[in-house]
């Protein structure tokens, strides 16, 4: 496989915390071990395994939020953006839709005033959001619709991979759906490649292309869909997998 074919490579990542203060003398605290995947370029990876077991640490290193104690992450595209859990805390309440997804683009510099609006409107429309929306703020919202803006806000500067941290989880069943039919379609149309971290096995596989699951911060099975939903070899993937049924 050739670079051009991949958006993201973790090599042998080992990372963690430190416990306690910024004077602390404690020990790290190890969260990620000898973790190692690709992301391919246009396909959906999901990310599963239980609470606690390293997704979100593993997303803040892709993001270079956390520096790996070993191993490498290489960016074969501008660094992802991020779509988040909750989009309520994620989205400055204090601003408009508006300003809310004109701000990356006035941060970038590129974009005259007309135009920034201009591609808000456009992007708005993308997400399947009313014009009226531009002039709301996050807590006028629903829940799925603060979700379409915290993606529109993650695709305004038009990058090549997202990284999803359990987008739907916070939805009902009926939003859920029409967040990842947008997601697909979103994935599609920007030629778009995602991380797709969840605990719901039944979402990953409705959306993904292939699946690692991590178990206490490794990575103890990875595989195309069909491979870990029907023929799992590892017995904490079987153990998850009855657990959804």
């Not at 270079?64 to 501008?78: F, I």
């Not at 531009?134 to 993606?151: C, D, H, M, T, Y």
């Not at 096995?201 to 870990?228: F, H, P, W």
């Amino acid at each position: 496989m050739t670079n051009s074919d991949l958006v993201l490579s973790v090599s042998h990542v080992t990372s963690g915390y430190s416990e306690g203060g910024f004077l602390s003398k404690r020990a790290r605290r190890e969260i990620l071990h000898d973790v190692t995947f690709d992301v391919h370029h246009g396909e959906i990876l999901g990310l599963v395994g239980e609470s606690g077991t390293g997704k979100t640490t593993l997303a803040r290193t892709i993001l270079g939020m956390v520096k790996p104690d070993a191993g490498t992450v290489t960016h074969y595209t501008k660094r992802p953006q991020m779509i988040f859990q909750d989009p309520y805390s994620s989205l400055n309440p204090a601003y408009t839709v508006a300003w809310i997804l004109e701000e990356p683009l006035r941060i970038f510099g590129k974009y005259d005033a007309p135009e920034r609006k201009r591609r808000v409107a456009d992007m708005l429309a993308r997400v399947e959001l009313p014009e009226e929306c531009l002039r709301a703020k996050p807590e006028e919202l629903s829940g799925g619709q603060r979700q379409r803006v915290s993606i529109a806000t993650a695709l305004i500067q038009r990058p090549r991979f997202l990284i999803a941290d359990e987008p739907v989880s916070a939805l009902d069943v009926t939003i859920q759906a029409q967040i990842l039919k947008l997601l697909k379609e979103l994935r599609d149309e920007f030629d778009l490649s995602y991380l797709f971290i969840s605990h719901d096995l039944n979402v990953v596989y409705q959306l993904c292309d292939r699946v690692l699951v991590m178990k206490s911060g490794a990575v103890v099975e990875q595989g195309t869909v069909d491979d870990i939903f029907d023929h799992p070899k590892n017995e904490y993937t079987k153990q998850l997998l009855a657990a959804a049924e």
